[in-house]
């Protein structure tokens, strides 16, 4: 689901627990931080940059760009403009998704280039390259969304799990 679906479905009470990108929250939503990751330059592979370990981001000025949507509740697209613009340029926009995999899919197929979670490493798809900036890049976080009203002893026990589990994974990628 993306994000405004699962916060409806949280809303509705069709799912007990979300994984969102931190934002403001409304009241009857409490939320944990798990973790934060930087975004990576995903290149379709083959590309001219791809021999390169870092990449500048003002090299991608002129390349076609493959971007988050912007939608409400949506945040990546912001991040990904944001960096951009303070780099020195606005990138070129030929298609947008709503979704890292549909991202790194779009990317895979050729049709340009993306600034994409470190995470998106873990989708292995074919025809994707994924190197790490030049400059120091945004951090993207990671977070569970609830019910406020929601004291399921199993809710507890999937957070506490979650928390655990992000723990170790930031611990075995520092």
Known sequence: LTLPQQFAAL??????????RPQPMEAEFSSVLLMQEPLMVALPAGHPFSKNRRIRALAL???PFV????APGLVLHDIVLRFCLQQGFTPRVVQEASQTHAVVGLVSAGIGVALVPSSAQEIRLRGVELRSLAERPPQVGTALAWRSDDNSPALQAFIATAKSVARRRQSAQA
């Open 11 to 20: 809303e509705k009470g069709d799912i007990h627990i979300g994984f969102v």
């Open 61 to 63: 000025a002129r390349e």
């Open 67 to 70: 971007m988050f949507q912007r």
